[in-house]
């Protein structure tokens, strides 16, 4: 896989992406402990299916992406494009679609999907059409949240856990979704027989 001239190599962007994972998880300690990293993992081997499905071996890409997904349930189709330095955070059920691009230095969380907006509207698309999300550089997607769609999110912009982005966010932007409200606990009374039963019942101890 070598560069274009000007263009880092390799060895380069994966020693980035290795120091990345130690810059951002105060989990990880030590460089062999990021190399466990299922983030990087996920990281490293859509690399490598990348390179496989721009020179027309989509097979060989697909066979690769799915190794990745069984090994740490992460999946970014082939065809989308990764920046340097990007950071997958816990790596559990990312979902990265075929023409998403994620900018340099861009961190995700777990469950965060970059996704279409469903078959019966990207079948009605001229072909080669981008269907998924740019997320520009420097940009943090929480946990649990979507952004479906040709959508652009702008450079270090902020999408916060669970929030569902549909539309365009400028750079430095905000997207969050409605936080919790907690509420006081009801007022404590004697069990009545009937709510006992009911309890019972929804607990499947018949």
Request: charged share 20%; no cysteine.
């Given at each position: 896989m070598r560069a274009p001239r000007g263009q880092p190599r390799l060895p380069q962007i994966l020693a980035e992406d290795?120091?990345?994972v130690l810059a951002r998880d105060p989990s990880v300690h030590t460089r062999v402990e990021a190399l466990l990293h299922p983030g990087l993992t996920?990281?490293?081997?859509?690399?490598?299916?990348?390179?496989?499905?721009?020179t027309g071996h989509r097979?060989?890409?697909?066979l690769i992406m799915t190794a990745a997904r069984a090994l740490t349930g992460v999946e970014i189709h082939p065809g989308a494009r990764l920046g340097r330095r990007v950071f997958i955070d816990h790596g559990a059920a990312v979902v990265i679609g075929e023409t998403a691009v994620v900018g340099d230095d861009v961190t995700l969380f777990h469950q965060v999907t970059l996704g279409?907006?469903?078959w019966w509207r990207d079948n009605a698309r001229e072909p080669g059409?981008?269907?998924h999300p740019v997320i520009g550089a420097g940009t943090v997607l929480g946990a649990g949240s979507s952004v479906l769609g040709a959508v652009t999110v702008g450079e270090r912009s902020f999408i916060g856990a669970h929030a569902l982005v549909l539309q365009d966010v400028p750079a430095r932007g905000r997207a969050t979704a409605a936080a919790a409200v907690p509420l006081a606990p009801p007022a404590r009374t004697a069990p009545q027989p009937i709510d006992l039963l009911r309890h019972t019942a929804s607990a499947g101890s018949w």
């Amino acid at each position: 896989m070598r560069a274009p001239r000007g263009q880092p190599r390799l060895p380069q962007i994966l020693a980035e992406d290795l120091r990345a994972v130690l810059a951002r998880d105060p989990s990880v300690h030590t460089r062999v402990e990021a190399l466990l990293h299922p983030g990087l993992t996920a990281i490293w081997l859509h690399r490598a299916a990348h390179f496989w499905y721009r020179t027309g071996h989509r097979v060989v890409a697909r066979l690769i992406m799915t190794a990745a997904r069984a090994l740490t349930g992460v999946e970014i189709h082939p065809g989308a494009r990764l920046g340097r330095r990007v950071f997958i955070d816990h790596g559990a059920a990312v979902v990265i679609g075929e023409t998403a691009v994620v900018g340099d230095d861009v961190t995700l969380f777990h469950q965060v999907t970059l996704g279409a907006v469903g078959w019966w509207r990207d079948n009605a698309r001229e072909p080669g059409a981008r269907r998924h999300p740019v997320i520009g550089a420097g940009t943090v997607l929480g946990a649990g949240s979507s952004v479906l769609g040709a959508v652009t999110v702008g450079e270090r912009s902020f999408i916060g856990a669970h929030a569902l982005v549909l539309q365009d966010v400028p750079a430095r932007g905000r997207a969050t979704a409605a936080a919790a409200v907690p509420l006081a606990p009801p007022a404590r009374t004697a069990p009545q027989p009937i709510d006992l039963l009911r309890h019972t019942a929804s607990a499947g101890s018949w």
